[in-house]
């Protein structure tokens, strides 16, 4: 993953009374996709191709919660710094409009979906509705093309035939969605999650797990990027960078309860 560091005064914004939401424009609004209650397995079988050891498979239950439908724009993030006066990301790849927003860390990302009234995804979460009730090494089967995704088509998955690379982030929304009708969960940008890594999630069933208090190595990033083959795009891929770190193919989205 190519990285630029840079590190952010987090500001925090308390009330002891009452509490209010940010509220877009219109035209800004985050685009919702619920997710359904259910159980599945996350991890990856030990035969997957390119699997990692940190994929231990095991069983997760889920309450239902709603994903935005597409990562986080470059239009909605800079609302969010004009409303708040929050430092702007650093200029290096980032792209205006519909683009998904780069170059934040785990910090800028938690404070935006507070902002906005929700959250960053717990793992768990967003493995689930990555997958959109598919077992499979990606939500498209056991192959990825960059018809489909936006990755490095230079490094397919198993072998297959190579696909042309777009080299650089695209709009959201420029490729299908999943079944559940969540576009980008492979490729485009890695997205930050709730979690700290750690790189054994254990065997035993859990409900609604979210993940450890801590750990003495980083923040989970999600999805794979264009930058990527399509071996870190896997539904089960996982990646983990310091809080701090900020990225010019690492963005986030969110969810709600």
Same mark, same amino acid.
């Given at each position: @993953?190519?990285?630029?560091?840079?590190?952010?005064?987090?500001? /925090?914004?308390?009330?002891? $009374?009452?509490?209010?939401?940010?509220?877009?424009?219109?035209? /800004?609004?985050?685009?919702? $996709?619920?997710?359904?209650? *259910?159980?599945?397995? @996350?991890?990856?079988?030990?035969?997957?191709?390119?699997?990692?050891?940190?994929?231990?498979?095991?069983?997760?239950?889920? =309450?239902?919660?709603? @994903? =935005?439908?597409?990562?986080?724009?470059?239009?909605?993030? @800079?609302?969010?710094?004009?409303?708040?006066?929050?430092?702007?990301?650093?200029?290096? *790849?980032?792209?205006?409009?519909?683009?998904?927003?780069?170059?934040?860390?785990?910090?800028?990302?938690?404070?935006?979906?507070?902002?906005?009234?929700?959250? /960053?995804?717990?793992?768990?979460?967003?493995?689930?509705?990555?997958?959109?009730?598919?077992?499979?090494?990606?939500?498209?089967?056991?192959?990825?093309?960059?018809?489909?995704?936006?990755?490095?088509?230079?490094?397919?998955?198993?072998?297959?035939?190579?696909?042309?690379?777009?080299?650089?982030?695209?709009? !959201?929304?420029?490729?299908?969605?999943?079944?559940?009708?969540?576009?980008?969960?492979?490729?485009?940008?890695?997205?930050? $999650?709730?979690?700290?890594?750690? =790189?054994? /999630?254990?065997?035993?069933?859990? $409900?609604?797990?979210?993940?450890?208090?801590?750990?003495?190595?980083?923040?989970?990033?999600?999805? *794979?990027?264009?930058?990527? *083959?399509?071996?870190?795009?896997?539904?089960?891929?996982?990646?983990?960078?310091?809080?701090?770190?900020?990225?010019?193919?690492?963005?986030?989205?969110? !969810?709600?309860?």
């Amino acid at each position: @993953m190519r990285i630029i560091l840079h590190i952010y005064t987090f500001i /925090l914004f308390t009330s002891v $009374v009452n509490v209010s939401f940010a509220q877009l424009d219109k035209e /800004l609004k985050i685009s919702w $996709v619920d997710i359904p209650a *259910g159980s599945f397995i @996350m991890g990856s079988p030990e035969n997957e191709i390119g699997r990692d050891v940190d994929e231990k498979q095991h069983k997760v239950t889920l =309450s239902p919660f709603k @994903m =935005s439908r597409y990562e986080v724009t470059y239009d909605q993030y @800079m609302a969010f710094c004009k409303a708040t006066g929050r430092v702007k990301p650093d200029s290096d *790849g980032l792209k205006k409009g519909d683009y998904p927003i780069v170059n934040v860390n785990w910090e800028d990302a938690d404070a935006f979906a507070k902002w906005i009234g929700g959250r /960053l995804p717990t793992e768990a979460e967003w493995e689930y509705a990555c997958r959109a009730g598919t077992q499979s090494t990606f939500y498209t089967g056991d192959n990825l093309t960059t018809s489909q995704a936006n990755f490095d088509g230079n490094y397919p998955y198993n072998r297959s035939a190579k696909s042309p690379a777009k080299g650089k982030i695209m709009p !959201v929304g420029s490729y299908p969605p999943n079944r559940w009708g969540l576009h980008d969960m492979h490729g485009n940008v890695w997205e930050w $999650v709730a979690d700290w890594y750690v =790189s054994d /999630l254990g065997s035993d069933d859990v $409900v609604n797990p979210k993940g450890p208090r801590e750990s003495q190595f980083d923040r989970v990033g999600r999805g *794979g990027s264009y930058y990527e *083959g399509a071996n870190e795009n896997r539904c089960a891929d996982r990646g983990g960078q310091s809080a701090t770190i900020s990225g010019n193919n690492l963005g986030f989205r969110i !969810v709600k309860d």
